[in-house]
């Protein structure tokens, strides 16, 4: 196996995908090859699950530098998380669709409300 | 103190004159002018029309009588757009609640190790076609109501509503961090209600 082969097997890898042959490799590489090994090293800082956790976090840049870098490195090799970050900013486009889209966004007052508001305020003042 | 006037506030300034000398033509022109997107807001929030306009019509006898007081620091619409939502939650949380779902049930699931218990998939980019779009709405309402109360009105305020994550703690009365989470889980769950609807069939 060679680095960008690595590099390609790294989620198999993560998900216990792939064969007993191809893992001992795939193993056997990382342990052999300092890039590879620093890789597998960043890699293993964030699960999936950590990922989706601070997505907001990571979404509106509020992660530290080093941090953030651990994110795009994961979303590099975790096709599903970038996947998943595409459809956290989908559902917020589409929040905003929907909701100013709809009848609740006329921009009339009704007069009858316009006429309780000033009765109102003539029975007060 | 220099006057501070610009363009857009030009007509605020003049308003507001008129509003402390105490003009009727001045109230109902800031009715007019607010009330339909100080509406538009309290409708999101609150159940039925009627609560939106009682809610509505609370905010505006507030401000009146805050009128004086009123600094300029921010635009009167921006002002008022504030004590309208403010009105809407005091009046929700008066409510009697409906049993709230447990977020947690909502949220996307994983193994021990991190992994996802089921891969995400890609959503289907032919999602501008008319058809869908009504049907993504829908969903997206449905979504929104299906919401723990507290993550509704977090999601609401936050990501429609456009407040910021300080305005945003301030108005939840929790902190910073847990109002950021809040609006987080509420999308994640959401992200959940929408997925069925916009995941590319698998090959």
Redesign the interface.
Known sequence: MNCDELRESVFDYVEKNLSDARRADFERHVEECGPCGELMADVRKLTCKEFVEFLHDYFEDELPAEQRATFDRHMELCPPCRDYLESYEATIEFEKLACTEDGSVSSDVPDELVRAILRARNDST | MAERTTTANTGDAELLASLRAGQ?AA??EL??AH???M??AV??ILPTEEDA?DA??EA??SA?KKIDSFQGHSKLGTWLHRIAINSALMKLRSMRRRTDPDVDGLM?R?LD????VE?????SEA?DAPVV?AE??AA??EG?ESLPENYRVA??LR??EGLNNTELADQLGVSINAA??R??RA??A??EV??PH?AEESE
């Not at chain 2, 190790?113 to 996802?116: A, E, L, V, Y």
């Open positions: 009727d109230y109902e009715i007019r009330g339909g997107r509406l538009a409708r999101r306009q509505v019509q505006f006898l009146f996307p994983f190790g991190g992994h996802f891969m995400p998939r890609r959503w999602a779009l993504i709405r997206v309402h929104i999601l609401l990501d429609i950021r989470i609006v987080h999308r994640l959401l992200r929408l997925d916009l």
